[in-house]
């Protein structure tokens, strides 16, 4: 059997700087979660489609804050032979 569940996918576009060249970089971070009967809130409940995009977007919008504070390391500075 096939189970096609609802998917909540999200993405967004985060500022930040590179903690090796300091430069200004732009990462896409995104993150989902699925509607389906093993996905329940803490009281243990289904969550619904409004719950799923508010938890997906409040955890972008945390690794957002994360991101912005400790930076990354641009994809430049992971390979420098590009
Ligand atoms: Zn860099």
Do not use: W
Not at 26 to 42: A, E, G, H, M, S
Not at 60 to 77: A, H, N, P
């Amino acid at each position: 059997m096939i189970h096609n569940f609802q998917e909540v996918k999200l993405a967004l576009e985060v500022k930040t700087f590179c903690t090796v060249c300091l430069k200004k970089r732009v990462r896409t971070i995104k993150d989902f979660q699925t509607l389906n009967p093993y996905n329940k809130n803490k009281d243990g409940n289904i969550k619904t489609i409004n719950e799923i995009q508010t938890e997906v977007a409040n955890n972008l919008i945390q690794k957002e804050k994360d991101l912005i504070k400790s930076g990354i390391i641009c994809r430049k500075c992971e390979d420098p032979k590009v």
